[in-house]
């Protein structure tokens, strides 16, 4: 009887480990989506609410239209040479 005790705690004790596995993915993917928004900026918060929009039966056309606008202002910013004599921190 012990054994099949034993056997019971050790099956629970991995179900409890598997949802701990599981749980600490989701949450490194959780930080890592929001590390991706947050380096990306506006064109991906722009192209969130585009879905969103329409997700809900609206047109994201505008939303749209504004994360082209800033992923073209993203490339000429990315070809840009920056060096110490032109760099500037914009606001």
Same mark, same amino acid.
């Given at each position: 009887? *012990?054994?099949?005790?034993?056997?019971? &705690? &050790? !099956?629970?004790?991995?179900? $409890?480990?598997? %949802?701990? =596995?599981? !749980?600490? %993915? #989701?949450?490194?993917?959780?930080?890592?989506?929001? $590390? #991706? #928004?947050?380096?990306?900026?506006? @064109?991906?918060? &722009?192209? +969130?609410?585009? +879905?969103?929009? =329409?997700?809900?039966?609206?047109?994201?056309?505008?939303?749209?239209?504004?994360?082209? @606008?800033?992923?073209?202002?993203?490339?000429?910013?990315? &070809?840009?040479? =920056?060096?110490?004599?032109?760099?500037? %921190?914009? *606001?």
């Amino acid at each position: 009887m *012990k054994h099949i005790n034993s056997k019971k &705690n &050790n !099956l629970i004790k991995q179900k $409890g480990q598997g %949802i701990s =596995e599981y !749980l600490i %993915i #989701v949450a490194l993917i959780a930080v890592a989506s929001i $590390g #991706v #928004v947050g380096f990306m900026g506006d @064109t991906v918060s &722009n192209q +969130m609410a585009s +879905m969103a929009m =329409e997700i809900s039966g609206q047109s994201g056309d505008t939303a749209a239209s504004r994360a082209k @606008t800033q992923a073209k202002a993203a490339q000429s910013n990315a &070809n840009k040479d =920056e060096v110490l004599a032109n760099f500037t %921190i914009s *606001k």
